[in-house]
């Protein structure tokens, strides 16, 4: 077929032009988008705020109070854009991104920087309460050492201290701790006193932190996550990887099955990426590892709408429509169908992002970001630039650029697939025999909970060498003994980092005994990265993350009742049920750690895997719509035929997302992993479930309501 180039020139200038603008310009856009601490090094803590008096209460004006204290503190280790943020009605959550020193960091906002001078009975005779504001400098002594000035709001109060102290000494406290205990040789009248320091810096940092001003309340650690810069930067370097991989495999996919149609998915991709990009730098949102791990996963589910539309114009074209025409039924008939598909996962995001802790949050808008944005490009975007191609004609009939071959025609050809249904009792059983399979092992073997749902510290350190478990082993051992630790496991490039988990939480020096033990064994370049837990707050993790399973599971079942039948619904309940199950009792059976990811994957599950029973169930109630049932027989034959004709696009639409999955185990960082394999378990067990269950199901249900009604 000869092709008029000259009727293709607005298409082909609006894809050169969109082109070229999207490259000159996403390099910019992608520099501005902030990198979370997960990816460039830092530290997140949920403090627990209590009153330094036993007896109060904590009070709004107390969090306020200590909120600005912890700003003041960090402000002093001139870190750029702290996210400081009040929760409940005790807690105080502080995320720092792009630390050096995260120990001396977390060592200075917990100090309480309280200031006492006591007399030679240990009476305290001076506080820093009574310190002028801003009132310490730096000053120097006769022999040019830094000295830390300060001045007092009550110069008589010290000449009075001064002048009962005359020739004794005076201890100058902070925190407990004597800093210095100089002998008063005069009495003291302007109101200023001196505090000798051993170097300059210990001198700024001693007057920041008195200028600061003592806490006013004591703050408790209950979760910590830590990372290193270079644990960040490897995950970041290998997750994007990843991405490009998949990205690169999609893109092959639609070409190749697609073609020509394959050609605009792919443009409305690098569309998609684009405008979530600049989304992105436009809510001056921060980018973590979940978040990039959901946007790499969006990318195979957002090419889901394309081939639920190509799929239907495969089948107008076989049915002997124009190519004008076909594209024009297609789109309108798969609509509501996409729609639905994305409404499912749409809920799952929303209730992540309401119940979900902060590491799953950023998970979850990337992933309702992306859903809308695909809906916008691969729907109405796709759409543009087919009738682009299309307007003038120059394909006019079907051909080897739509992926038909001359004179293929759909009639009667998933008539003569084998009956699906017919086998229907076998398949229900193998999958009730699965479930109580995995009940059985759930309740024999239980679950390797992480430190997100039992409590205790996950350590992480990046060697950089070559290394013996039993050398890390033994080094942890003796830094922090007589606690339960998981077997140490290697990971990352060329195995050269490691990773276990203890029984209880572990204090922040003991972490850093062992890292400094592994410098001196290893070398500079060791860092760490650590998840600690309490075992409150791992205890309210648990209960939210159940919360979220039920609440998005009730929701998309409602959905689906609502949009179709309540039968449609109830074998929703049961496929769910078999696709949450099915890897909770694989990660039971292979020991594998449940933690938030793994939460965050079973919940994308939830969502995304009834995609392919809604594609079938829209199949199922078109063709009810369109055929007299007379029979069981009859019904079954709608069932089984329903089956087949979607039975390719329910393939797709699983495989470009499965790439995803599978390249974010196989290349991406070590933290998405388990979250990785979760969603691949989740994926094959929501295709499974959409044949072989749920449409399996509503047939039985269906059947008993067509033979009461019959025999009315």
């Not at 991405?243 to 092959?252: K, M, N, S, T, V």
Request: overall charge positive; charged content about 20%.
């Amino acid at each position: 077929m000869r092709i008029n180039v000259k009727a293709l020139l607005p298409f082909i200038i609006t894809v050169l032009f969109l082109v070229i603008f999207i490259l000159s310009t996403v390099t910019q856009i992608a520099s501005h988008i902030k990198l979370g601490l997960d990816l460039k090094g830092g530290f997140e803590i949920l403090y627990q705020v209590k009153p330094v008096d036993s007896k109060e209460k904590v009070t709004k004006e107390l969090l306020l109070a200590t909120e600005r204290m912890i700003e003041k503190r960090i402000n002093i280790s001139k870190v750029a854009e702290p996210d400081i943020t009040i929760e409940g009605s005790d807690r105080i959550r502080v995320k720092l991104a792009g630390v050096k020193d995260q120990t001396k960091l977390r060592e200075l906002i917990n100090q309480p920087a309280y200031l006492t001078f006591k007399d030679e009975q240990g009476r305290i005779v001076l506080d820093g309460q009574e310190l002028s504001p801003n009132g310490a400098s730096i000053g120097y002594d006769q022999l040019n050492h830094p000295e830390i000035i300060v001045k007092f709001k009550d110069p008589a109060k010290l000449k009075d201290v001064t002048a009962e102290n005359l020739g004794k000494p005076l201890s100058i406290m902070l925190d407990d701790k004597e800093i210095s205990a100089p002998i008063v040789r005069s009495i003291i009248s302007d109101g200023t006193s001196a505090i000798s320091s051993e170097n300059l810096d210990s001198a700024t940092e001693m007057k920041d932190l008195l200028n600061a001003g003592s806490l006013p309340a004591q703050l408790i650690e209950k979760q910590v996550n830590s990372v290193s810069a270079s644990l960040g930067g490897e995950a970041l370097h290998r997750t994007l990887f990843a991405g490009y991989a998949a990205l690169a495999l999609i893109i092959l996919f639609m070409l190749i099955t697609y073609r020509l149609s394959g050609l605009i998915a792919n443009l409305t991709i690098l569309g998609f990426v684009y405008i979530c990009f600049l989304l992105l730098d436009w809510m001056n949102a921060t980018l973590t590892l979940s978040g990039i791990a959901g946007f790499i996963l969006a990318i195979g589910m957002a090419v889901d709408a394309n081939i639920i539309t190509y799929e239907k114009i495969k089948e107008e074209l076989m049915d002997g429509k124009s190519i004008r025409s076909a594209c024009r039924n297609a789109a309108k008939s798969s609509f509501p169908t996409i729609v639905d598909a994305h409404v499912t996962t749409l809920i799952a995001a929303l209730v992540l992002m309401l119940i979900g802790t902060n590491a799953v949050k950023g998970f979850a808008i990337v992933l309702m970001m992306t859903i809308i944005v695909s809906l916008f490009t691969n729907v109405f975007g796709s759409r543009f630039l087919l009738w682009l191609l299309l307007k003038n004609n120059v394909f006019q009939k079907a051909s080897w650029w739509f992926g038909i071959k001359s004179g293929q025609r759909e009639i009667n050809n998933f008539k003569r697939r084998p009956n699906i249904v017919k086998r229907r009792n076998r398949y229900l059983v193998f999958s009730t025999l699965i479930l109580i399979l995995g009940l059985t092992v759930i309740l024999i073997r239980g679950l390797n909970l992480g430190v997100d749902f039992q409590s205790g510290t996950r350590l992480d350190v990046y060697v950089g060498a070559k290394f013996e478990n039993s050398d890390l082993t033994r080094i942890i051992q003796e830094e922090i003994p007589s606690v339960k630790m998981k077997p140490v496991v290697k990971y990352g490039e060329n195995g050269t980092s490691a990773t276990t988990t203890f029984s209880r939480p572990i204090p922040i020096h003991q972490l850093n005994a062992v890292e400094n033990k592994l410098k001196e064994q290893y070398g500079d370049q060791v860092s760490k990265q650590e998840s600690t837990v309490d075992p409150m707050i791992a205890n309210e993790m648990v209960k939210k993350a159940g919360y979220a399973i039920l609440i998005a599971s009730v929701g998309i079942v409602l959905y689906t009742s609502i949009r179709f039948h309540y039968l449609y619904g109830i074998a929703c309940i049961i496929a769910l049920f078999h696709d949450i199950l099915l890897p909770i009792a694989l990660f039971s059976v292979f020991r594998l750690e449940i933690d938030l990811t793994f939460i965050a994957a079973i919940l994308t599950i939830v969502g995304y895997s009834l995609n392919d029973t809604i594609v079938i169930f829209d199949r199922i109630r078109t063709n009810l719509r369109k055929t007299t049932i007379k029979s069981v027989s009859d019904l079954e034959e709608l069932v089984n035929l329903s089956l087949w004709q979607t039975m390719r696009r329910s393939i797709y639409t699983v495989l470009t997302v499965f790439i995803s999955a599978v390249g974010l185990l196989w290349l991406g960082g070590e933290g998405i992993h388990l979250f990785s394999l979760a969603l691949i378990f989740g994926l094959v067990s929501g295709a499974y479930s959409s044949i072989f269950i749920a449409a399996q199901t509503w047939l039985m249900l269906y059947k008993r309501k067509f033979q009461y009604e019959k025999a009315q």
